[in-house]
């Protein structure tokens, strides 16, 4: 590696690590202000919030880093036009593609992270958020045991509570099951009381009366001394099987896709499909963001004001791959099959900018034909 390349790739590396720190941070502080105010209002404690804030930095970081490497690209490469050490360069004899070697190499260097993160801290981070989640959902006496407001714990259910005793009794419960269209189930109980299981917590009602009402306007009513209901309402199935999937690591997700080929679970076989080819593909941001700023930026001649012009380019060709990213990945998870347009947003964050570098190098060439006629 020439000095040339270990001073720009000292540069790039400086600013990303500087960009990755505040972009962090930005990101965290948004997320961690959101889920202070739920865990904190829902009776939780502070350990609790920093816990379960802490394990969502992989995901954060990977998110991140491509916007890292994109800032700090787009960074060095005008200030170190201003200061004509790239106008040098270029003089000297530099093509394009010489000067982007060590942008590619950094490129190599925030894929890496992105890879190792993707395929196996994030699921490995998934995987305890979801342990913490469940033991946060079996201890539903701070989340839903609050006197005298309405509550919403799943879509078509309502809960209110007259009176909590000091000893966790439920005075005065009602509780409306809006879930089924074909009915509506309401339930009235003078006292209750919450049970835990082993899957889901369940209430123990007392002294009520169980109301339907159907389609037809029909009015049945069901006296009882004792009912079990169960706390979590809305059918988890799928979501389960897809926290599953998302909790694997991608050497996981290999062997199950091969043992679920030719199987009847062809559902099951694409989700795990979909998942692998999205943590393959995401890592290649790292690369095109870097070769993206540099590239664009490389069109730009010397001006003492700047490459503003390429800048802005180059954001808006950096948000259109994303919203190619953005819609490969809805496309995908209407129809897991299409899973190959998955790597269209990375190729064409590579690509374009190979194309950038070939029409730098063609203008200059065609600059110094210009000059030799002249």
Do not use: C
Request: charge should be positive; avoid cysteine.
């Amino acid at each position: 590696m020439s000095r040339f390349d270990r001073f720009l790739l000292s540069q790039l590396l400086a600013l990303f690590g500087f960009f990755s720190l505040v972009l962090v941070a930005v990101y965290w502080i948004n997320r961690a202000v959101l889920l202070f105010d739920q865990l904190i209002g829902e009776g939780h404690s502070l350990w609790v919030f920093l816990e379960i804030s802490a394990l969502s930095l992989p995901g954060v970081i990977a998110i991140v880093l491509p916007l890292s490497a994109f800032a700090g690209t787009v960074f060095v490469v005008n200030r170190l036009t201003q200061e004509s050490e790239l106008v040098v360069m270029q003089a000297t004899g530099f093509s394009p593609f010489r000067l982007a070697r060590p942008v590619v190499i950094f490129g190599l260097l925030v894929t890496l992270p992105m890879a190792i993160l993707f395929n196996f801290l994030v699921p490995a981070s998934r995987g305890i958020l979801n342990e913490q989640e469940a033991a946060l959902t079996q201890n539903v006496a701070a989340r839903f045991l609050h006197e005298g407001r309405f509550l919403h714990p799943s879509e078509g259910v309502t809960l209110f509570i007259r009176e909590v005793t000091p000893q966790s009794q439920l005075l005065g419960l009602f509780i409306m099951d809006e879930r089924n269209p074909a009915e509506r189930v309401t339930y009235i109980a003078d006292s209750a009381i919450l049970v835990r299981t082993e899957t889901n917590p369940k209430l123990l009602m007392f002294k009520g009366s169980l109301q339907r009402v159907g389609t037809d306007g029909r009015l049945s009513v069901t006296r009882f001394d004792d009912l079990s209901y169960d706390v979590v309402l809305s059918d988890t199935t799928n979501r389960s099987v897809r926290r599953a999937i998302a909790t694997m690591d991608s050497i996981q997700l290999f062997k199950l896709g091969r043992a679920l080929i030719g199987t009847p679970d062809q559902r099951s076989a694409g989700v795990v499909a979909r998942e692998l080819h999205m943590r393959l593909s995401q890592p290649l941001f790292g690369i095109g963001a870097a070769l993206i700023g540099f590239s664009t930026l490389l069109l730009g001649a010397y001006s003492r004001f700047g490459l503003w012009k390429q800048i802005i380019v180059a954001i808006l060709l950096m948000v259109s791959v994303h919203l190619i990213s953005t819609q490969s990945l809805a496309a995908v998870s209407r129809d897991n099959s299409l899973w190959p347009i998955l790597y269209i947003g990375p190729v064409v964050g590579i690509l374009l900018p190979l194309g950038l570098l070939w029409w730098a190098g063609r203008d200059r060439r065609l600059g110094k034909d210009r000059g030799a006629l002249a």
